[in-house]
């Protein structure tokens, strides 16, 4: 819409509705063309065999939207993380705790 006020040299200040500039310049809204397309590729993975990978992941995404989680496995266990990301990855079994309790900085993993 703002390309399309540059267009006609329709300033915020005017006041005029998104209506009157797509009918003064006759062009589609694009938040409609990008909705048409979403459709298309959502029917074009929804009629695709069920063992495809995107036919997987969108039936996931629509079941997890839903409120249905595929295994109890998904579950997190309750409460605060023992570990963060950065540790879990180090493969260290460090808390963060720990690590601003030692010498230097903390995003440094000091193995002993």
């Not at 209506?19 to 074009?44: K, P, Y």
Request: glycine content about 6%.
């Amino acid at each position: 819409m703002k390309c399309q006020r540059q267009i006609t040299k329709i300033c915020w200040q005017d006041h005029t509705r998104n209506s009157e500039v797509a009918a003064r310049t006759s062009l589609h809204l694009l938040s409609d063309l990008i909705t048409r397309r979403q459709n298309s590729v959502f029917g074009h993975i929804a009629r695709l065999p069920e063992d495809m990978p995107a036919h997987q992941a969108l039936q996931c995404h629509v079941d997890l939207t839903l409120g249905y989680l595929p295994d109890q496995s998904w579950k997190r266990h309750p409460g605060r993380p023992t570990t963060d990301g950065l540790t879990s990855y180090a493969g260290t079994t460090t808390t963060r705790h720990q690590l601003t309790c030692r010498e230097g900085p903390p995003h440094v993993v000091i193995r002993e």
